[in-house]
């Protein structure tokens, strides 16, 4: 036995970083892999958002159906409580899910939503968890203990320590604090291989997951050090080096995906993708300033006197602050985390405040067309690329948790959620944000070499992995195996075969499952974190 299918993830890799490395002879291996190979780029869903992004990426559902839009979760519509996503809130199955049932073994690593893991035949060491937790979160109960025998094991820096993770928020507004950072993920990659690679070689699963998210986490905030093209002049000392040492990260990730492969051999399929592409990011727009300028929301005057917006409020409770300092009498729609970039309306109940039935679609286009129409005072330029509806972005079972309105930025960034006396700012340095476009690299057998089949959908990747592992594809997948990559004769011998699925999805089997995943300190590393990518202010 040994595995079929090795699904490396790359949290936001994009290929105008990772074609410029492979040209600069920094990822040599992933060139071959690209000549042995093919390739597309992976259209994401609607938030390029991580937590969504890889739900939907191993479910091959889009998040109306599957029921994860953000990093956090509201309980229902009119909740303005809202708490983060766990893998309880996924209301469909996984890949892990489906290669369980089919009686096969599975390891996945590092992915985000695995908390509290599932109970799949196999491995799980879940992304996102405090390394305190890390023993309880393991999943076969006695793993921990396992992996804590291994040379070089070291939890604090393999999963999420409050002190690091702190430390950098603060650290790299200081030049000198860079280095040992970017060193840290570049370490926090190999603890990761050492995991994967302890498990192949012992108990090897037919299918074989591990996320690195150190791409992400570099490009978010040292972008101008990544994408910096080759003799760049460099102002100061430290950057340069800044710049050298994520040279070195992506060297020392394309060594370890060089020992992956080989670990897997050349029967095994090996699919590389990243939830979300990357691209640079220069202002932040106060949506809810300009909510607030249109006469759309209104602060409460005696609470912003008071100061009383939940300062005091620990974990969760500090993305929903901003929400006690709103005068809900007087507010009509308003974003509510710093995430996802969406806009609630507010339904007026009976003749309370709030917009009426009758009105809100109307309420709505309104709001599109402002949106749309919006410049950025310094440049003349349109703020918003684009407005998603709920029904037309999040179709499924789930629609009625989204956001009313979801915006693409045309700055490719992140809203800003706090009151704002501008409706626009520069950010102070360049930094990285999510795109819509991120990565995927297959390679193995049947696999077209050398191919670029253009685009393919994030919801293809689950149909492509259940046919790897010679699985049936279940009808209400929404996507499709891109049979595009591999050669006609492979497919004659191996074809798509499609299945009848599991049936009507269950939102009420979902709901049942409202008990929180988190505890305080699951709450304060997660914050941290956020705090750390420039998510949370
Ligand atoms: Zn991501």
Redesign the pocket.
Known sequence: MGVKVLLIGL??ATFSVLDALVARGVMPFLGRFLAEGARAGLRTIVPPL?PP?WTSLVTGRSPGHHGVFDFFRMDSPASRHIRFASSRDIAVPTLWDAATAAGMRVTALNYCLTFPAPKVAGFVVPGWVPWRQLRLACHPADLFDRLKALPGFEPRELAMDVKLEERATEGCSRAEEYAPWIEFHTRRERHWFDVFRHLTETAPSDLTAVVFDGV?KLQHLCWRFVAAAPGTAWEHEWERRAHELCLEYFRHLDGIIERMCQLVGSEATVVIAS??GFGPTRQVFHVNAWLEKRGYLAWSKEALARHDGGEALLGVGQVARHTFLMDWERTRAFATTPTSNGIFIVRASGDGPGVPEAGYDAFRRQLVRELLAEKDPATGEALVGQVHLREEAFPGPFSSLAPDLTLSLADGGLVSILPSDRLVSARPAVAGS?RPTGVFLARGPGVRRGADVGELSILDVAPMILHGLGLAVPGELEGRVPEELFEPEALRGKPVRTGAGAGAEAPAAASANYAPAFGAAEEEAVMKRLQELGYVE
């Open positions: 949290d936001g991580t992004a992400d939830d979300h999510h």
